[in-house]
């Protein structure tokens, strides 16, 4: 019986979604901002979505008669992110705008100090932190439908791009011989 593509993707963004919930809810809920804003900052490079589709993909090629084409593929691992995509999006949506409405504010705050930080460290000019500084509290210190929406929509180009090279790692083409 062959495998049920758009199905395992939808399971594998669903888990992947709700592991996100688990960090972001979680690290909001047991530590202060400063240790939130961190926390955050060192899941954003865990690759945990990505193995978790490389894996969920391999499984499935294997259920396949070890195959799968780049085409499949795709549509696996693009329905995977938008599935994870939609689950973020309106994780962050409900943390920040009905949970805790003060957390952009705060997290902006902490941004703006690790910064200025940042740019002493590389010898930037007090006209150019004071710009970035400037620029940066000029951000709207709530979150809005609108905000979580675009993100969204970039998150999904940066999805579809991770997408592709996942694909190109499960994907198991049948041989030219097979073919015949």
């Known amino acids: 019986m062959k495998p049920n593509f758009n199905q395992t993707a939808i399971t594998y963004g669903v888990i992947t979604g709700l592991i996100f919930l688990a960090i972001n809810f979680g690290a909001w809920a047991l530590a ?8 955050l900052g060192i899941t954003t490079f865990i690759p945990y979505v ?9 499984r499935l090629r294997k259920q396949n008669e070890n195959l799968m084409t780049f085409s499949e593929a795709l549509k696996f691992t693009f329905l995977a992110y938008v599935i994870y995509a939609l689950i973020e999006a309106i994780g962050n949506y409900v943390l920040y705008a009905i949970v805790d409405p003060d957390l ?3 997290v902006l705050e902490i941004t703006l100090q690790k910064t ?42 940066w999805n579809f791009i991770k997408s592709l090279l996942i694909s190109v790692i499960i994907r198991r083409e049948p041989k030219f011989e097979d073919q015949l």
């Open 32 to 39: 202060d901002t400063p240790t939130y804003v961190s926390a």
């Open 50 to 58: 990505i193995v978790l589709l490389i894996v969920g993909g391999i």
């Open 116 to 157: 200025q930080k940042m740019m002493e460290a590389f010898g930037a000019s007090e006209q150019q932190m004071e710009e970035a500084i400037s620029k940066a509290q000029k951000e709207p210190q709530t979150t809005s439908f609108k905000q979580v929406f675009v993100g969204l929509g970039t998150s999904l180009i």
């Open 104 to 106: 952009t504010a705060k």
